[in-house]
Protein backbone atom coordinates (compact mmCIF):
# COMPACT_ATOMS: atom_id res chain seq x y z
CA UNK A 1 0.00 0.00 0.00
CA UNK A 2 2.66 2.28 0.08
CA UNK A 3 2.85 5.06 -2.54
CA UNK A 4 5.21 8.07 -3.72
CA UNK A 5 4.38 11.35 -2.65
CA UNK A 6 5.73 14.46 -3.20
CA UNK A 7 7.07 16.15 -0.09
CA UNK A 8 6.20 19.85 -0.99
CA UNK A 9 2.95 21.48 0.52
CA UNK A 10 2.80 24.13 -1.47
CA UNK A 11 0.09 23.94 -4.36
CA UNK A 12 1.46 23.26 -7.88
CA UNK A 13 0.49 26.21 -10.01
CA UNK A 14 -2.05 24.59 -12.92
CA UNK A 15 -5.38 25.21 -13.69
CA UNK A 16 -7.99 24.69 -10.97
CA UNK A 17 -10.71 21.29 -11.65
CA UNK A 18 -13.31 20.11 -9.94
CA UNK A 19 -12.55 16.61 -9.38
CA UNK A 20 -14.56 13.60 -8.04
CA UNK A 21 -12.73 10.63 -6.88
CA UNK A 22 -15.21 7.79 -5.76
CA UNK A 23 -14.33 6.14 -2.61
CA UNK A 24 -12.38 7.15 0.74
CA UNK A 25 -10.29 3.32 1.29
CA UNK A 26 -6.53 4.53 1.43
CA UNK A 27 -6.03 4.98 -2.31
CA UNK A 28 -8.91 7.88 -2.68
CA UNK A 29 -7.77 9.31 0.42
CA UNK A 30 -4.00 10.13 -0.87
CA UNK A 31 -5.46 10.76 -4.27
CA UNK A 32 -7.52 13.50 -2.71
CA UNK A 33 -4.69 14.69 -0.52
CA UNK A 34 -2.78 14.87 -3.78
CA UNK A 35 -5.39 16.69 -5.64
CA UNK A 36 -5.89 19.26 -3.04
CA UNK A 37 -1.95 19.97 -2.49
CA UNK A 38 -2.38 20.72 -5.97
CA UNK A 39 -5.32 23.34 -5.75
CA UNK A 40 -8.22 21.53 -7.20
CA UNK A 41 -11.93 21.85 -5.68
CA UNK A 42 -12.18 17.83 -4.79
CA UNK A 43 -15.20 15.97 -3.75
CA UNK A 44 -14.85 12.17 -2.26
CA UNK A 45 -18.06 10.38 -2.66
CA UNK A 46 -18.43 7.61 -0.16
CA UNK A 47 -21.15 4.63 0.73
CA UNK A 48 -20.59 4.01 3.67
CA UNK A 49 -20.58 6.22 6.64
CA UNK A 50 -16.86 6.49 7.52
CA UNK A 51 -13.57 6.16 5.83
CA UNK A 52 -11.44 3.25 5.81
CA UNK A 53 -13.01 1.30 1.96
CA UNK A 54 -11.90 -2.21 2.65
CA UNK A 55 -10.44 -1.50 6.42
CA UNK A 56 -14.02 -0.07 7.79
CA UNK A 57 -14.92 -3.08 9.79
CA UNK A 58 -18.64 -4.09 9.65
CA UNK A 59 -19.72 -5.91 12.03
CA UNK A 60 -23.28 -6.39 10.68
CA UNK A 61 -23.84 -8.64 7.50
CA UNK A 62 -27.89 -9.24 8.29
CA UNK A 63 -30.42 -7.17 10.08
CA UNK A 64 -33.72 -8.22 10.85
CA UNK A 65 -36.42 -5.31 9.63
CA UNK A 66 -39.33 -3.63 11.08
CA UNK A 67 -41.08 -6.20 9.60
CA UNK A 68 -39.09 -9.18 10.96
CA UNK A 69 -38.23 -10.44 7.70
CA UNK A 70 -34.11 -11.20 8.21
CA UNK A 71 -32.31 -10.24 5.23
CA UNK A 72 -28.53 -9.95 4.02
CA UNK A 73 -27.33 -6.51 3.88
CA UNK A 74 -24.86 -5.86 0.89
CA UNK A 75 -21.43 -4.75 3.17
CA UNK A 76 -18.43 -3.66 1.39
CA UNK A 77 -16.15 -4.91 3.56
CA UNK A 78 -14.31 -8.26 4.00
CA UNK A 79 -13.16 -8.10 7.45
CA UNK A 80 -13.26 -10.25 10.36
CA UNK A 81 -13.18 -9.31 13.50
CA UNK A 82 -10.13 -11.44 14.44
CA UNK A 83 -8.06 -10.33 11.03
CA UNK A 84 -4.37 -9.00 11.61
CA UNK A 85 -2.03 -7.40 8.72
CA UNK A 86 0.19 -9.75 7.41
CA UNK A 87 2.61 -7.16 6.26
CA UNK A 88 4.95 -4.95 8.57
CA UNK A 89 3.55 -1.81 9.65
CA UNK A 90 6.42 -0.09 8.43
CA UNK A 91 5.33 -0.95 4.70
CA UNK A 92 1.54 -0.18 4.93
CA UNK A 93 1.54 3.51 5.06
CA UNK A 94 2.06 6.71 2.99
CA UNK A 95 5.68 7.58 2.10
CA UNK A 96 5.13 10.92 3.91
CA UNK A 97 2.95 9.82 6.48
CA UNK A 98 4.78 7.26 8.74
CA UNK A 99 2.47 4.44 10.25
CA UNK A 100 4.00 4.42 13.66
CA UNK A 101 3.40 3.21 17.05
CA UNK A 102 0.79 5.00 18.89
CA UNK A 103 0.93 5.27 22.76
CA UNK A 104 -2.76 3.63 24.25
CA UNK A 105 -2.44 1.27 21.06
CA UNK A 106 -2.22 -1.87 19.03
CA UNK A 107 1.66 -1.49 19.42
CA UNK A 108 2.42 -4.89 17.38
CA UNK A 109 4.40 -4.43 14.32
CA UNK A 110 1.80 -7.05 12.51
CA UNK A 111 -1.00 -5.09 14.17
CA UNK A 112 -5.09 -5.70 13.56
CA UNK A 113 -7.06 -4.31 11.37
CA UNK A 114 -8.79 -1.41 13.56
CA UNK A 115 -5.09 -0.03 13.76
CA UNK A 116 -4.72 0.58 10.37
CA UNK A 117 -8.29 1.80 9.88
CA UNK A 118 -7.34 4.45 12.75
CA UNK A 119 -4.22 5.58 10.94
CA UNK A 120 -6.21 6.24 8.03
CA UNK A 121 -8.57 8.40 10.48
CA UNK A 122 -5.38 10.12 11.33
CA UNK A 123 -4.64 10.42 8.35
CA UNK A 124 -8.11 12.36 7.21
CA UNK A 125 -7.45 14.65 10.16
CA UNK A 126 -4.05 15.77 9.63
CA UNK A 127 -4.71 16.92 6.05
CA UNK A 128 -8.08 17.78 6.29
CA UNK A 129 -9.47 15.69 4.28
CA UNK A 130 -12.70 14.62 6.30
CA UNK A 131 -14.48 17.98 5.44
CA UNK A 132 -14.49 16.87 1.65
CA UNK A 133 -16.24 13.83 1.63
CA UNK A 134 -20.01 13.05 1.23
CA UNK A 135 -20.78 10.15 3.62
CA UNK A 136 -23.47 7.47 2.47
CA UNK A 137 -23.78 8.17 -1.08
CA UNK A 138 -23.78 5.43 -4.35
CA UNK A 139 -22.47 6.40 -7.15
CA UNK A 140 -24.79 4.86 -10.05
CA UNK A 141 -23.19 5.93 -13.20
CA UNK A 142 -20.37 7.77 -14.67
CA UNK A 143 -19.82 8.83 -18.09
CA UNK A 144 -18.09 11.74 -20.40
CA UNK A 145 -20.85 15.29 -21.09
CA UNK A 146 -21.58 15.23 -24.74
CA UNK A 147 -21.30 18.73 -25.86
CA UNK A 148 -19.55 20.65 -28.45
CA UNK A 149 -16.92 21.71 -25.65
CA UNK A 150 -12.80 21.20 -25.86
CA UNK A 151 -12.83 20.07 -22.72
CA UNK A 152 -13.91 16.62 -21.87
CA UNK A 153 -16.12 16.57 -19.04
CA UNK A 154 -17.66 13.66 -16.58
CA UNK A 155 -21.37 13.42 -15.49
CA UNK A 156 -21.27 11.39 -12.00
CA UNK A 157 -24.72 10.63 -10.65
CA UNK A 158 -24.94 9.75 -7.21
CA UNK A 159 -28.18 9.06 -4.59
CA UNK A 160 -28.01 9.23 -0.91
CA UNK A 161 -28.21 5.68 1.05
CA UNK A 162 -31.83 5.94 2.29
CA UNK A 163 -34.46 3.90 2.94
CA UNK A 164 -38.03 3.89 3.23
CA UNK A 165 -37.92 4.42 6.80
CA UNK A 166 -35.38 7.08 6.50
CA UNK A 167 -37.92 9.19 4.45
CA UNK A 168 -40.93 8.73 6.74
CA UNK A 169 -41.26 11.86 8.24
CA UNK A 170 -43.66 10.33 11.25
CA UNK A 171 -42.07 9.41 14.60
CA UNK A 172 -40.74 5.73 15.04
CA UNK A 173 -40.31 4.19 18.61
CA UNK A 174 -39.29 0.49 19.74
CA UNK A 175 -41.61 -1.02 22.41
CA UNK A 176 -38.53 -1.35 24.44
CA UNK A 177 -38.88 2.31 25.40
CA UNK A 178 -42.06 2.70 25.14
CA UNK A 179 -43.85 3.35 29.16
CA UNK A 180 -47.08 5.45 29.02
CA UNK A 181 -50.18 6.26 26.77
CA UNK A 182 -49.93 9.89 26.71
CA UNK A 183 -47.35 10.59 23.88
CA UNK A 184 -49.64 8.61 21.58
CA UNK A 185 -53.06 10.78 22.49
CA UNK A 186 -55.13 11.43 19.53
CA UNK A 187 -52.95 10.03 17.09
CA UNK A 188 -52.75 7.20 14.56
CA UNK A 189 -50.89 4.39 15.56
CA UNK A 190 -49.50 1.08 13.85
CA UNK A 191 -47.85 -1.22 16.20
CA UNK A 192 -46.21 -3.59 14.18
CA UNK A 193 -45.94 -7.34 15.31
CA UNK A 194 -48.19 -10.06 16.08
CA UNK A 195 -46.63 -12.13 19.22
CA UNK A 196 -47.06 -11.08 23.15
CA UNK A 197 -46.43 -7.33 23.14
CA UNK A 198 -47.99 -5.73 19.65
CA UNK A 199 -51.45 -6.92 20.40
CA UNK A 200 -51.19 -6.04 24.43
CA UNK A 201 -49.95 -2.80 23.50
CA UNK A 202 -52.17 -2.17 20.58
CA UNK A 203 -55.19 -2.91 23.52
CA UNK A 204 -53.87 -0.30 25.58
CA UNK A 205 -53.58 2.48 23.33
CA UNK A 206 -57.01 2.55 21.82
CA UNK A 207 -57.72 4.23 25.57
CA UNK A 208 -56.41 7.22 24.06
CA UNK A 209 -54.95 7.04 20.29
CA UNK A 210 -57.49 8.07 16.99
CA UNK A 211 -57.15 4.70 15.54
CA UNK A 212 -54.74 1.62 16.45
CA UNK A 213 -53.54 -0.47 13.50
CA UNK A 214 -52.25 -3.45 14.16
CA UNK A 215 -49.80 -5.01 11.76
CA UNK A 216 -49.09 -8.35 11.80
CA UNK A 217 -47.55 -11.51 9.63
CA UNK A 218 -50.23 -13.64 9.73
CA UNK A 219 -54.23 -12.43 9.66
CA UNK A 220 -54.69 -15.75 11.72
CA UNK A 221 -55.24 -13.77 15.39
CA UNK A 222 -55.91 -14.71 18.46
CA UNK A 223 -59.42 -15.21 20.27
CA UNK A 224 -58.55 -12.43 22.68
CA UNK A 225 -57.03 -10.31 19.72
CA UNK A 226 -60.15 -11.06 17.69
CA UNK A 227 -62.22 -9.79 20.38
CA UNK A 228 -60.68 -6.67 21.05
CA UNK A 229 -61.05 -5.46 17.53
CA UNK A 230 -64.51 -6.87 17.76
CA UNK A 231 -65.24 -4.41 20.78
CA UNK A 232 -63.23 -1.24 19.70
CA UNK A 233 -63.86 0.37 16.31
CA UNK A 234 -60.50 2.65 16.24
CA UNK A 235 -58.80 -0.67 16.66
CA UNK A 236 -58.00 -2.32 13.18
CA UNK A 237 -55.90 -5.71 11.36
CA UNK A 238 -53.67 -4.95 9.11
CA UNK A 239 -51.38 -7.14 6.69
CA UNK A 240 -47.54 -6.81 7.17
CA UNK A 241 -46.26 -3.14 5.86
CA UNK A 242 -44.83 -2.88 2.44
CA UNK A 243 -43.43 0.58 2.24
CA UNK A 244 -43.36 3.70 4.03
CA UNK A 245 -44.18 7.15 2.11
CA UNK A 246 -42.40 9.84 2.03
CA UNK A 247 -45.75 11.47 2.56
CA UNK A 248 -46.37 10.02 5.75
CA UNK A 249 -48.63 6.90 4.18
CA UNK A 250 -48.33 3.27 5.45
CA UNK A 251 -48.73 0.83 2.18
CA UNK A 252 -49.71 -2.78 3.39
CA UNK A 253 -48.83 -5.81 1.29
CA UNK A 254 -52.76 -6.12 0.36
CA UNK A 255 -52.22 -2.60 -1.06
CA UNK A 256 -54.14 -0.40 1.54
CA UNK A 257 -52.43 2.36 3.29
CA UNK A 258 -52.85 4.79 6.10
CA UNK A 259 -51.52 8.09 7.10
CA UNK A 260 -50.06 7.58 10.40
CA UNK A 261 -48.57 9.54 12.82
CA UNK A 262 -46.39 7.52 14.87
CA UNK A 263 -45.07 3.63 14.29
CA UNK A 264 -44.37 1.30 17.18
CA UNK A 265 -42.09 -1.52 16.63
CA UNK A 266 -42.85 -4.24 18.84
CA UNK A 267 -40.36 -6.90 16.85
CA UNK A 268 -38.41 -8.26 20.02
Known amino acids: MVLETTKSEEPIMSQSKTVCVIGAGPSGLVSARELKKEGHKVVVMEQNDD????????????????????????????????????SPREIMGFS??????KEGRDTRRFPGHEELWLYLKDFCEVFGLREMIRFNVRVEFVGMVNDDDVTKRWRVKSVEKKSGMDLWKGKQVHSHVYRVLDPFRDEVVVV?????????????LVKVAKEVHL??????????????????????????????????????????????????????
Not at 55 to 82: A, C, F, M, R
Open 51 to 86: VGGQWLYQPNVEEEDPLGKTKILKVHSSIYSSLRLI
Open 96 to 101: DFPFTV
Open 192 to 204: VGGFISGPDISIE
Open 215 to 268: SVKSLDVSPGVSKAITKHQSLHLQPQIESLEEDGRVVFVDGSCIVADTILYCTG
